[in-house]
């Protein structure tokens, strides 16, 4: 377990083992049940060499407000809650699809899925590109059978709000990090956004 305040080091893997994004997170808590992460703004983007570039490689950091992630550990998603404007509203809980996260020496190792959902305020639920998932089978990156399993997982998520609501405590929309885990990456900039 990690300790509140830790950096760790959040990697995306892909199928073939390589990692082709990293990103330092605060960790904000880590119960064993939830690991929430957060990206500060301003934070720098690694990019591995590797076979193929990330869809972000042209990005140096994360802007806008930063983002929390709530993770469980055999999830096949995290849940990131995203702010916006002057005021830090809430904006959304955007469900991430992703391979359950694995603990490593430096922080944790997942593989982003594509598709998403993001779950509004008012409760509707949109998917998020879940035409690219074709995209990603043509290029190779996931076979047709991952494809069908990634739609039938953001079904599952789906029914599971409708019948039984978010199992996050609400209260995360109002959490704020700490204001120098922001400030330590004030001076990165980068035009592209996120």
């Known amino acids: 377990m990690w300790s509140p305040g830790d950096v760790v080091l959040r990697r995306e893997v892909r199928n073939e083992g390589w990692a082709w994004l990293e990103v ?5 808590c880590d119960t064993g049940e939830l690991l929430a992460t957060y990206v500060a703004t301003g934070t720098p983007f690694t990019f591995p060499s590797g076979p193929e570039p990330h869809p972000w ?3 140096k950091a994360w802007q806008g407000h930063g983002v929390l992630m709530l993770q469980r550990p055999r999830d096949a998603y995290a ?11 809430f904006r959304s809980w955007y469900l ?9 020496a430096e922080g944790y190792d997942t593989q982003d899925l594509e598709l998403d959902l993001i779950l509004h305020p008012d409760g509707r639920v949109e998917r998020k590109d879940e035409e690219l998932l074709d995209v990603r089978v043509a290029e190779g990156r996931f076979t047709q059978d991952q494809a069908n399993e990634i739609r039938r997982s953001a079904q ?3 029914a599971e709000l409708a019948a039984r609501g978010q199992w996050w405590d609400a209260s995360w929309a109002l959490w704020e990090p700490e204001p120098h885990w922001d400030a330590r990456y004030e001076k990165v900039s980068d035009t592209t956004g996120v």
């Open 24 to 28: 330092p997170v605060v960790v904000v």
């Open 79 to 89: 849940v990131w809650v995203f702010w916006h404007g002057p005021e830090r509203e």
């Open 57 to 59: 490689a042209g990005r």
């Open 96 to 104: 991430n699809l992703q391979e359950p996260f694995r603990r490593t």
């Open 156 to 158: 599952r998520i789906e």
